[in-house]
């Protein structure tokens, strides 16, 4: 099997993940009580924008490093919030980009490109049933772990 193949079977992998893992948004949530999870997700939602407007930008210009340093930033701050997706298509650029792999950052910025509105989504979604609730971590409790959407 080539080295694109198996890039692109781990790309699509990635792509049929679910796209936020509520234990992991809801142990944030406890861990934040007092602050409020909706300024929270907002400020990361942002974040998330802005990263990965300039992930693409490097990707246009060949910015490897840049590229890098910011799907570096982005794996942690999404696996906090729970945005599984979007950390683990961070995590498999960042591994490219140290590793010296350019092949398969091209795919895997469009694949990063089509999740952030998704994973946004589900985020203000979730953000907003914060709201609405009492305890931290109580906006998840008749929910499933884990969102897909579409």
């Known amino acids: 099997m080539s080295m694109e193949a198996d890039t692109t079977g781990a790309i699509a992998d990635i792509v049929a993940m679910e796209v936020l893992d509520r ?4 142990t944030l949530a406890c861990d934040v009580a007092g602050v409020s999870l909706h300024e929270l997700i907002a ?3 942002a974040e998330l924008r802005d ?3 300039r992930v ?3 990707a246009a210009t060949g910015d490897f490093g840049s590229i890098g340093h910011e799907s570096h930033a982005l ?3 999404a696996a906090t919030f729970g945005a599984v997706r979007v950390a683990s298509i961070a995590a498999a650029l960042d591994a490219a980009c140290k590793a010296g792999r350019t092949e398969p950052v091209p795919a895997l910025v469009r694949a990063l490109k089509t999740c952030i509105e998704p994973t946004v989504s589900a985020l203000l979604i979730a ?3 914060g709201k ?3 305890a931290p971590g109580d906006e998840f409790a008749d929910r499933d772990d884990r969102v897909g959407v579409s």
């Open 51 to 53: 990263r990965a407007v």
């Open 132 to 134: 609405r609730r009492g």
């Open 56 to 58: 693409e930008n490097g």
């Open 75 to 77: 794996k942690s701050s």
């Open 43 to 45: 400020a990361f939602v």
């Open 127 to 129: 953000g907003d049933s």
């Open 23 to 26: 234990v992991a948004l809801s």
